[in-house]
Every structure is written in C-alpha cells, then in structure tokens.
C-alpha cells in the first residue's frame, strides 16, 4: 500500500528531525 510506506517514511523523517533538533539544542 503507498499510503502506508508515505506514512511510515513521514514517522522516520520526522523523528530524525526530532533527533537533530535535540542535538543542536543540546549544544
């Protein structure tokens, strides 16, 4: 389903963002 591998590659991108906000704010 496309629908699902959007939304499942929409989690991993935002969760890296996630990760690399916490990164530059930790510094």
């Known amino acids: 389903?496309?629908?699902m591998k959007k939304f499942?590659?929409?989690a991993v991108l935002?969760?890296?963002v996630a990760?690399?906000?916490r990164?530059?704010?930790a510094i």
């Open 19 to 21: 990760v690399a906000v």
């Open 23 to 25: 990164k530059v704010r």
């Open 8 to 10: 499942l590659l929409l």
């Open 1 to 3: 389903m496309p629908t």
């Open 14 to 16: 935002g969760a890296l």
